[in-house]
Every structure is written in C-alpha cells, then in structure tokens.
C-alpha cells in the first residue's frame, strides 16, 4: 500500500478537548466521523419514532407507569430516541484510533455481519475502553476484499495474528487510516 501524505486531508475531525487532554502525549488521534455518527443516529430516531407510533397505547400506559409487554416496547422506542439524541450531543466524543510514537490504542472487532452492532454498542457505551499494540509487534495493514468487507481492517501482526479494528467509518476513512497505519509501521 502506497501512502500519500496529502491523501484527503479532509479527515481531520473536531475532538473533543478533554479526549486531547487524556491522550496529549499522542501523534494522532483518529476521531469518528461525523457523518457516521449522524447516519446511525437519524436510524435510531426513525425506528425510534416508528415503535413510538406503532405503540401509543403503550406510550400512554408507559407515562402512567402502567407496566407491561407493550410499554416494554414502548421504552425501547423511546430509549432509541435518545440514543440518537446522545450520539449527536456527543460527535466528538468518540475517538477509534489512538496512535502514539510506538503503540496504538484501539478497539479490537469482535462481531461480523449484523453482530457487528454488539460491538458498536460497546464502541459507544464504553468510548475510551481501548486494546494495545506495540509499533514493533506489527506487520501489516490489510483491507479485506469482498462484497461485505466494506469498512473492516486488520493488522497483521509478525505472528501471524489478523486483528479487525473496530472503526465504523466510511471506506474513504478507512482507506486513509489504513494508510497512515501502514505509514507508520514503515517507519
């Protein structure tokens, strides 16, 4: 993988400053994308909206603390409400990948295909719980081909070992992360 240093720099995102207080020692701080963030948020509040709706009576019943499986359902609605609600509030809040001079710091995937959203609630519920790799354990950067692969990376480590980051960006991003990854583990 060739690395251009002026490949799209457009992809500097706003962090918020107490993520670049905790981690000021850092070479870079890759931050999730807004328009990510935004894209999963007005899902959350679509769906939201539409079991609010499908379930009215229950919404009623639910602010009458009347419990049942309807306003079970009805809370489902309104905690995807304000998931969506949180997730906008907190765009910057959200780095994915730490780098520093000679390890980085970053989620690992755990989940594939529709799993793929248990690790993105962890990604959110937990935001600054990160995994370690040292600079010098590192290989190579991979993008996996194939018609689902569309925004998966790993790093191949010298044993061998294929870690999936955990990013949940565009392909655009994630080409660009890769590429400064492969950058610095070249130097």
């Known amino acids: 993988m060739n690395y251009n240093p002026n490949y799209n720099g457009a992809f500097q995102f706003e962090i918020d400053p107490k993520i670049k207080e905790k981690y000021r020692n850092a070479d870079r701080i890759f931050s999730s994308n807004p328009e990510t963030i935004r894209k999963i948020s007005k899902k959350l509040l679509i769906f939201g909206i539409i079991i609010m709706l499908i379930s009215i009576k229950a919404v009623i019943w639910l602010l009458m603390l009347k419990i049942d499986l309807l306003t079970l359902i009805a809370g489902i609605g309104a905690f995807l ?13 959200f780095p994915i990948l730490i780098v ?58 010298k044993n061998e070992e294929k870690i999936f980051l955990l990013l949940n960006v565009e392909k655009e991003y994630r080409d660009y992360i890769a590429q400064y990854l492969q950058q610095y583990i070249n130097n």
Request: glycine share 2%.
């Open 100 to 157: 520093y001079q000679d390890e980085i710091l970053f989620r690992k995937q755990k989940h594939f295909g529709k799993l793929k959203t248990l690790d993105l609630y962890h990604f959110y519920s937990k935001p600054l719980e990160f995994e370690t790799l040292y600079k010098c354990d590192l290989k190579q950067v991979v993008i996996p081909t194939g018609i689902f692969n569309t925004t998966e990376l790993f790093v191949e480590t």
């Open 81 to 93: 409400i304000y998931a969506s609600v949180y997730l906008r509030k907190n765009i910057s809040k």
